[in-house]
């Protein structure tokens, strides 16, 4: 899998955007984009993912460049339930049925009031 | 709501003595996976089943035992032989040909005594 790089930590004000950025220089034409959260003590939390189109759900936005060498996890309004520890993850669709998740030290968001 | 369950949050277990962690899930999921981290960690993977009455090994089974009697229920039992059992517990699932897309409960956090 396509080794990622994120910031350590990032900060929030609440009600803003927040850009989570990942870089996955050396990411293959058959790797995805995926972003995972997770809150202090909680179980983590699938969000979004992506191959080359910008998506959009219900949780966040995901933008990837054209080159897909990089991309940014984008939360509308930030709330202080946001705060979490996020992953980006790059991985083929794998056609097995069975793999596990893998995360890296991944970025502590900190939604400040 | 579909979902994950976990029970219980908080699990004390004295030496020498085993206990079973409950995990329940009615998304009609095939596969499901246990995993353990540690603070400050990644997740590292126990065991998984993909089919009711099968399930395999993951990195770091041993000291720990599970069963697949039901589609919805794959419960993790952390024996004696297990010596470091002291982590938080994740159990997860995810649709048939979609292990990329995990689901993960709230977790069970075990202390021994």
């Known amino acids: 899998d396509a080794k990622t790089t994120q910031p350590p930590s990032m900060d929030c004000a609440e009600g803003r955007a927040a850009n989570l950025p990942c870089n996955h220089s050396t990411i293959s034409g058959n790797e995805y984009v995926y972003w995972y959260r997770q809150i202090h003590s909680q179980g983590p939390q699938y969000i979004i993912h992506g191959l080359k189109n910008n998506e959009t759900n219900e949780m966040a936005s995901l933008i990837i460049t054209e080159d897909r060498k990089s991309s940014t996890l984008i939360l509308p309004h930030a709330t202080l339930r946001d705060t979490a520890v996020y992953y980006c993850?790059?991985?083929?669709?794998?056609?097995?049925?069975?793999?596990?998740?893998?995360f890296g030290p991944g970025t502590s968001l900190s939604v400040i009031p | 709501d579909g979902g994950i369950t976990q029970s219980p949050k908080y699990l004390f277990r004295k030496e020498g003595q085993n206990v079973t962690l409950s995990c329940e899930q009615n998304l009609n999921h095939d596969a499901m996976y246990w995993y353990r981290q540690d603070p400050g960690q990644g997740l590292r993977l126990i065991y998984y089943s993909q089919i009711v009455n099968d399930f395999q090994k993951g990195d770091i089974a041993e000291g720990y035992s599970v069963s697949r009697e039901k589609k919805e229920s794959f419960p993790l039992t952390v024996t004696s032989a297990q010596k470091n059992p002291t982590a938080f517990y994740l159990c997860a699932s995810h649709e048939q040909g979609a292990p990329e897309t995990q689901y993960f409960g709230p977790g069970t956090r075990l202390l021994v005594l």
């Open positions: 993850i790059v991985r083929p669709r794998t056609k097995t049925s069975y793999d596990k998740v893998i």
